[in-house]
């Protein structure tokens, strides 16, 4: 509902304004009724409204004495409507001048107030409009900058406009937030209905954040199957709110839950000193939630405190570890179960959990060597992608002999389809299969299955050929179809979006911002 203040200094007339149109059907609320243009000053000093309805001539304060206070004094944007007795056209251009909407003579008839209401409405609409696409530009471009940080690949451009849009600080982190604990299993949702959720924790995450809501991004990781949000941390968000950085991020989770209802894991990279190198920070962050399933469950996860160990004192299994790298290599499922019980009946030794950490640290960072070897053009997160894919199936007992055995026989066969180097035809396939079935939820994880070929590896000669993910490759092939369709068909922009492929309006609006500069509205404006 909007707004409506009245201000006249006669009872009769308010009372007739009230009863002259049913204001509720119309989409108004008359909030407040003044006898006087002071008082209705003082009234909007401390209280915001849309519309203004007042007499031109009243004791105290007129009402064009009114309309030039809160226009000087930027008090209010309302819109104003001078009622009055007189036609007087020194009036009338006094209130033009001080953005008057419209001119009413007395007795008001119920058709011209009708009229003026719907005006006032459509343009507040179209106002409405513009604002949030105005913010959404803006958020998008931010956005966009911010990713160009995070992933290191900017110039003094992005730095510059990040600094110059964002409060920065000494110590920053990247924070990753994933939804978690879901009822159901990721698969059995639509994409629109984790879109949605995603939508939830990113409005949750903003609404906690207040005045520093604009570090909070929208879908960072290039990963198919992660709905994330991407937060920029600074040290002064926790100390300007009298708390600890750990009570600022409990906090933090527990209002998304309040708010949505999910629950959420959060990955705290490491702490660096400028903006410009927040991608190792990223990175980090990328790395924890990559060998989560390596830990003990937990709500936060720091990298500082998974990454610090005492040398000194662990112990590191190195001639057992170096056998079961020999036979993932060699893809000898019997040796890298028997190995794996081996290295299990040694870490449940009552060795302290630093020594477990410690080596299995040691195990993976072999690995991605092992993979980096065979292909040095390999992204080191790409690889750390598939260790998040394969560690965290469901119905693999988490940190177990079992749960281990099984990654490790998955990595044997990653490395044997690195070896065989299995792309060519693939890869035609697969923009075969992006330009016919673009407007499905297609993923790696399925065309990987469809081809015989391991997704996280696929992923890998992808990136290679293409220079960007697939889910990149895949945006970009429906936003430009989308371009085509606005351009081409009368169709309405939430008809478009779901033609290519998206269910949530607002993500294809987002996404088309991102690679236009503009509203698929303004696109198909500068386009006709």
């Given at each position: 509902?909007?707004?409506?203040?009245?201000?006249d200094?006669?009872p009769?007339?308010?009372?007739?304004?009230?009863?002259v149109?049913?204001?509720?059907?119309?989409?108004f609320?008359?909030?407040?009724?003044?006898?006087?243009?002071?008082e209705?000053?003082?009234y909007?000093?401390?209280?915001?409204?849309?519309?203004?309805?007042?007499?031109?001539?009243?004791p105290e304060?007129?009402?064009?004495?009114?309309?030039?206070?809160?226009?000087?004094?930027k008090i209010?944007?309302?819109?104003?409507?001078?009622?009055?007795?007189?036609k007087?056209?020194?009036?009338?251009?006094?209130?033009?001048?001080?953005?008057?909407?419209e001119?009413?003579?007395?007795?008001?008839?119920?058709?011209e107030?009708?009229?003026?209401?719907?005006?006032?409405?459509k343009?507040s609409d179209?106002?409405?409009?513009?604002?949030?696409?105005?913010?959404?530009?803006?958020?998008?471009?931010?956005?966009?900058?911010?990713m160009?940080?995070?992933?290191?690949?900017?110039?003094?451009?992005?730095?510059?406009?990040?600094?110059n849009?964002?409060?920065?600080?000494?110590?920053?982190?990247?924070v990753?937030?994933?939804?978690?604990?879901?009822?159901?299993?990721?698969?059995?949702?639509?994409?629109g209905?984790m879109?949605?959720?995603?939508?939830?924790?990113?409005?949750?995450?903003?609404?906690?954040?207040?005045?520093?809501?604009?570090?909070?991004?929208?879908d960072?990781?290039?990963?198919?199957?992660?709905?994330?949000?991407?937060?920029?941390?600074?040290?002064?968000?926790?100390?300007?709110?009298?708390m600890?950085?750990?009570?600022?991020?409990?906090?933090?989770?527990?209002s998304i839950?309040?708010?949505?209802?999910?629950?959420?894991?959060?990955f705290?990279?490491?702490?660096v000193?400028?903006?410009?190198?927040?991608?190792k920070?990223?990175?980090?962050?990328?790395?924890?939630?990559?060998?989560e399933?390596?830990?003990?469950?937990?709500n936060?996860?720091?990298?500082?405190?998974?990454?610090?160990?005492?040398t000194?004192?662990?112990?590191i299994l190195?001639?057992?570890?170096?056998?079961?790298?020999?036979?993932?290599?060699?893809?000898?499922?019997?040796?890298?179960?028997?190995?794996?019980?081996?290295?299990?009946?040694?870490?449940?030794?009552?060795?302290?959990?630093?020594?477990?950490?410690l080596?299995?640290?040691?195990l993976?960072?072999?690995?991605?060597?092992?993979?980096?070897e065979?292909?040095?053009?390999?992204?080191?997160?790409?690889?750390?992608?598939?260790?998040?894919?394969?560690?965290?199936?469901?119905?693999?007992?988490r940190?177990?002999?079992v749960?281990?055995?099984?990654?490790c026989?998955?990595?044997?066969?990653?490395?044997?389809?690195?070896?065989?180097?299995?792309?060519?035809?693939v890869?035609?396939?697969?923009?075969?299969?992006?330009?016919?079935?673009?407007?499905?939820?297609l993923?790696?994880r399925?065309?990987g299955?469809?081809?015989?070929?391991?997704s996280?590896?696929?992923?890998?000669?992808?990136?290679?050929?293409?220079?960007?993910?697939?889910?990149?490759?895949?945006?970009?092939?429906?936003?430009g179809?989308?371009?085509?369709?606005?351009?081409s068909?009368d169709?309405?922009?939430?008809?478009?979006?779901?033609?290519?492929?998206?269910?949530?309006?607002?993500?294809f609006?987002?996404?088309?911002i991102?690679?236009?500069?503009?509203?698929?509205?303004?696109?198909?404006?500068?386009?006709?």
């Open positions: 509902m909007r707004k409506v203040l009245l201000v200094d006669e009769f007339i308010l009372q007739g304004l009230r009863a149109v049913d204001w509720n059907a119309e989409g609320e008359v909030v407040r009724s003044c006898a006087n243009g002071f209705a000053y003082e909007l000093k401390e209280n915001s409204v849309d519309v203004i309805l007042a007499d031109i001539k009243m304060m007129t009402g064009i004495e009114l309309l030039k206070r809160i226009r000087e004094e209010s944007d309302a819109f104003f409507i001078i009622l009055t007795g007189f007087d056209f020194t009036y009338i251009q006094t209130a033009l001048r001080y953005d008057c909407m001119y009413m003579l007395k007795p008001v008839e119920k058709a107030l009708l009229g003026v209401l719907r005006k006032i409405a343009v179209e106002r409405d409009e513009e604002e949030e696409s105005r913010q959404s530009m803006e958020q998008a471009y931010l956005a966009r900058n911010l160009a940080l995070l992933f290191a690949k900017y110039d003094e451009a992005n730095v510059s406009y990040v600094r849009h964002l409060h920065m600080s000494d110590e920053i982190r990247y990753d937030i994933e939804m978690s604990d879901f009822a159901e299993t990721m698969e059995e949702l639509e994409e209905e879109r949605g959720r995603q939508r939830k924790v990113f409005a949750a995450v903003r609404d906690y954040l207040k005045e520093e809501k604009d570090h909070c991004i929208f960072v990781s290039h990963d198919e199957k992660s709905y994330d949000v991407g937060l920029i941390y600074c040290d002064y968000f926790a100390a300007k709110r009298n600890s950085f750990d009570d600022f991020l409990v906090k933090m989770r527990e839950l309040s708010e949505t209802g999910y629950n959420t894991t959060f705290v990279g490491k702490s000193p400028r903006i410009d190198a927040v991608s920070s990223y990175t980090s962050a990328c790395m924890l939630k990559s060998l399933a390596f830990r003990n469950r937990k936060i996860y720091y990298y500082d405190d998974e990454a610090s160990y005492d000194n004192s662990a112990v190195k001639d057992i570890i170096d056998v079961l790298i020999k036979a993932i290599s060699a893809d000898d499922v019997a040796l890298i179960r028997s190995t794996v019980d081996s290295l299990y009946s040694e870490l449940n030794r009552n060795m302290p959990s630093e020594t477990v950490r080596n299995v640290n040691y993976l960072f072999q690995l991605i060597h092992m993979a980096s065979l292909d040095a053009d390999l992204n080191q997160e790409e690889i750390l992608r598939f260790i998040a894919e394969h560690s965290s199936e469901e119905g693999i007992l940190g177990s002999n749960h281990m055995a099984s990654f026989c998955d990595y044997a066969q990653y490395l044997l389809q690195l070896r065989k180097n299995v792309s060519g035809g890869l035609l396939e697969i923009e075969k299969e992006v330009r016919e079935n673009y407007a499905d939820n993923t790696l399925d065309l299955k469809k081809y015989f070929v391991n996280s590896y696929l992923g890998q000669i992808f990136q290679k050929k293409y220079g960007q993910p697939f889910k990149d490759y895949l945006t970009s092939y429906r936003i179809v989308a371009e085509e369709l606005l351009t068909t169709l309405r922009i939430a008809e478009i979006a779901e033609k290519v492929g998206y269910k949530d309006n607002d993500y609006l987002r996404k088309f991102e690679a236009n500069g503009c509203t698929p509205s303004k696109y198909r404006k500068m386009h006709i």
